[in-house]
């Protein structure tokens, strides 16, 4: 399936390119650093990362920030509230929560791949209050209830 996404560049995206998709089979558009200097991160150290694009989603999706897994795995960067939301309704800047969770300090520069966007169709809910839910086989069991291996 495809949709129609519009975007809008902010004063801060000048000279960088839109983001896209880096193969056929990708499913993430990538996002890019719009910081106008670099920003080095001690490890444990966080910070919000602008991207210089606004978009707007047709009502009945929404846009998943997920971390990149490259940058995850070399250095420890990952992103924090992950997957980030981006409703269907916002229409600021996206910005990215990432984290140094590595040993090492590490930059972000100026139009480096940050973060993929996934675009997704949402589901809305009708909330039903019952008494008792339906029983399963798992029941209430969680968190390694099957066996860690």
Do not use: W
Request: net charge negative.
């Amino acid at each position: 399936m495809e949709i129609e996404l519009h975007i809008q560049t902010l004063p801060d995206f000048e000279g960088l390119t839109l983001p896209e998709y880096q193969t056929h089979g990708s499913s993430g558009l990538d996002l890019l650093a719009a910081c106008q200097s670099p920003l080095t991160l001690a490890p444990g150290q966080r910070t919000l990362v602008p991207t210089g694009i606004s978009i707007a989603l047709p009502q009945g999706f929404e846009a998943q920030i997920r971390p990149r897994s490259g940058l995850a795995l070399r250095h420890g960067i990952t992103l924090l509230n992950t997957p980030g939301t981006i409703d269907s309704d916002y229409r600021g800047e996206i910005k990215v929560i990432i984290i140094n969770l590595g040993e090492a300090p590490f930059e972000i520069t100026r139009g480096m791949r940050i973060a993929q966007m996934v675009i997704s169709e949402t589901v809305k809910a009708r909330i039903t209050l019952v008494d008792n839910l339906k029983p399963t086989l798992r029941g209430a069991g969680g968190f390694g209830h099957t066996g860690t291996h």
